[in-house]
């Protein structure tokens, strides 16, 4: 977008000693280049889940839109937005043009800085688009970042990430799985019912509703090697949907030591997205409802 703005891009040390300045990513968010449509779409996106998400979305979700005034009008300053979380969690919203290679995407979660794309989906594109922009990070991701235990769970997947990487592909499939199913598309058992925590969800209308009210999905337990070996699909709403608690659950599960486990994944096949197993604790059998029947990722 808008290749002739000069954005000053940052130097960051890495675990791994020298990155080159350019692989990090990083880029200034250039606010001022924003035009009054690319605000205008920023609050009409915000005030539709705004008003379909309270008793869809968790708690700690909501409360983290309302602490951060996402909803203040246009789009926010990512600098105002750090200083938020540089007083509670310390993680750093990091501006980037889009998604990144995994190792370096993994070594900024690791530091706790959470890449964000600068730019937004044209309005022809509110529904759906197929990368990430800055509504989805941003509005999807950014708001649970404040919520300790969810805070500590992202950098330690960032850490995780490093490790797989060095391990090799199969790895990395494994542990990609595991943030599909939980930080993209994750539900949350509450005591108030069946909630959303999945960025992926909560930064999309169609999927707000259907996650929750649509007949067609599964609703499964989460569970770490479950999850691990379950397929999933990038084009369609998801057949399946995990199920966790609560945020310390996730982060208990997911502490120990994933290498003898993904030694272990890789002797057995791994399971089609919408498949049910005996040992699944079921919350709901999906009806397969209009579910594609094309290869899963
Ligand atoms: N415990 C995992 C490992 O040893 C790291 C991890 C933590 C991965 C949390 C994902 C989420 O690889
Ligand atoms: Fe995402």
Redesign the pocket.
């Known amino acids: 977008m808008n290749s002739t703005t000069p954005r000053r891009v940052e130097h960051h040390q890495t675990d791994r000693g020298y990155v080159p300045v350019y692989a990090t990513g990083v880029v200034e968010q250039p606010w001022a280049d924003y035009s009054r449509t690319d605000h205008e779409v920023w609050d009409t996106l915000y005030k539709r889940q705004r008003e379909l998400l309270p008793g869809r979305a968790c708690q700690e979700f909501l409360a983290g839109v309302e602490r951060f005034g996402l909803g203040d009008g246009g789009i926010p300053k990512f600098a105002d937005l750090n200083k938020v979380l540089g007083t509670t969690t310390g993680w750093e919203l990091v501006a980037v043009e889009g998604l990144l290679p995994d190792e370096v995407f993994f070594d900024h979660l690791a530091h706790r800085r959470f890449p964000v794309s600068w730019w937004i989906r044209k309005p022809e594109q509110l529904d759906y688009l197929s990368e990430?922009d800055l509504f989805?990070?941003l509005f999807?991701?950014v708001p649970l970042l404040l919520n300790p235990v969810f805070a500590d769970y992202m950098q330690a997947y960032g850490r995780g990430g490093m490790k797989a990487f060095a391990i090799g592909p199969e790895a990395l499939m494994n542990l990609t799985r595991l943030y599909w199913y939980t930080?993209?598309f994750g539900l949350i058992n509450t005591k108030e019912g069946m909630r959303i925590y999945g960025?992926?969800i909560v930064?999309s209308k169609g999927e707000s509703i259907y996650s929750l009210d649509s007949p067609s999905p599964n609703r499964i337990g989460f569970g770490l090697e479950r999850v691990m070996s379950t397929r999933y699909r990038i084009d369609t709403y998801q057949q399946t949907y995990f199920v966790i608690d609560s945020f310390e659950q996730l982060f208990e599960a997911t502490r120990p030591d994933f290498t003898p486990i993904y030694a272990a994944l890789g002797e057995q096949p791994a399971h089609a997205a919408g498949d049910v197993l005996d040992s699944d604790r079921v919350f709901t059998r999906g009806n397969r409802e209009g579910w594609a029947t094309n290869a899963d990722t």
Do not use: C
């Open positions: 990430p989805h990070d999807g991701h930080v993209e960025a992926g930064s």
